[in-house]
């Protein structure tokens, strides 16, 4: 049985893109100095896309189209779709279209054919839990580390983890565990783990290690200018 190489490019003063791909069309793309963006496509579109100076954002396809959105510096709207058109927008120096509750925190339930539930806390730590078919949570701080979840129970559970002023970890299973962790500040990790393991582990403003683990052919590149450890193994 044989693959499509897999590439996963690396540039450091430049942006940086990881990309990966898969048996079906996948690709992980992250820019560093610039804004960040991660992109996961799996057997259904599902894109993942996170800014970090910039406003973030980070938008999940499921087998039905959803999409979430968050923006830091600008207003921050969480839009939810389900099998019927549903949206949820939360502004968050501007008005806000739900119900809001001010200077305490402030709650957006919103239920479905089944539990949906979209919690904002405004200046105490934010938190967006969304329920669909399978748990499915989106939690959000502001200005203490921010933390966004996208649990996704699809046919496997699916995880998506985002830290802002601390380590930033994006993780996502997919059939078979897959995991993407991304640290900002602190070193930056890159973990894919496919039908076989594969790790892909970047360090950024200190020692920089790349590891790919895979059966078929992978190219990395690494421009980088501390040392740079690329070890691969076919």
């Known amino acids: 049985m044989t693959t499509t190489p897999r590439i996963v ?3 450091d003063d430049y942006p940086r893109i990881a990309s990966v791909y898969d048996h079906y069309p996948r690709k992980v793309n992250v ?3 610039y804004p960040r963006i991660n992109h996961v496509y799996d057997h259904y579109p599902r894109k993942v896309p996170v800014y970090d100076h910039y406003p973030r954002i980070v938008r999940v396809y499921d087998h039905y189209p959803r999409i979430i959105h968050v923006y830091d510096h600008n207003p921050r709207i969480a839009s939810v779709y389900d099998r019927y058109l549903r949206i949820v927008h939360v502004y968050d120096h501007y008005p806000r279209i739900v119900p809001v509750y001010d200077h305490n925190p402030r709650m957006v339930p919103v239920y479905d054919h089944y539990p949906r539930t979209v919690h904002v806390y405004d200046h105490y730590p934010r938190i967006v839990p969304v329920y669909d078919h399978y748990p499915r949570i989106v ?5 203490n580390p921010r933390i966004v979840i996208v649990s996704v129970y ?3 559970p699916r995880i998506v983890h985002v830290y802002d002023y601390y380590p930033r970890i994006v993780s996502v299973y997919d059939h078979y565990p897959r995991i993407l962790s991304v640290y900002d500040h602190y070193p930056r ?3 894919v783990y496919d039908h076989n393991p594969r790790i892909a582990s ?5 020692l920089r290690i790349v590891h790919v683990y895979d059966h078929s052919p992978r190219i990395v590149h690494v421009y980088d200018p501390y040392p740079r450890i690329v070890p691969v193994y076919d």
């Open 9 to 11: 490019p690396v540039y």
């Open 31 to 33: 820019y560093d100095r």
């Open 139 to 143: 939690p959000v701080y502001d200005h």
């Open 154 to 156: 699809d046919i496997y």
């Open 189 to 191: 990790i890159i973990h």
């Open 202 to 206: 970047v360090y950024d403003r200190y």
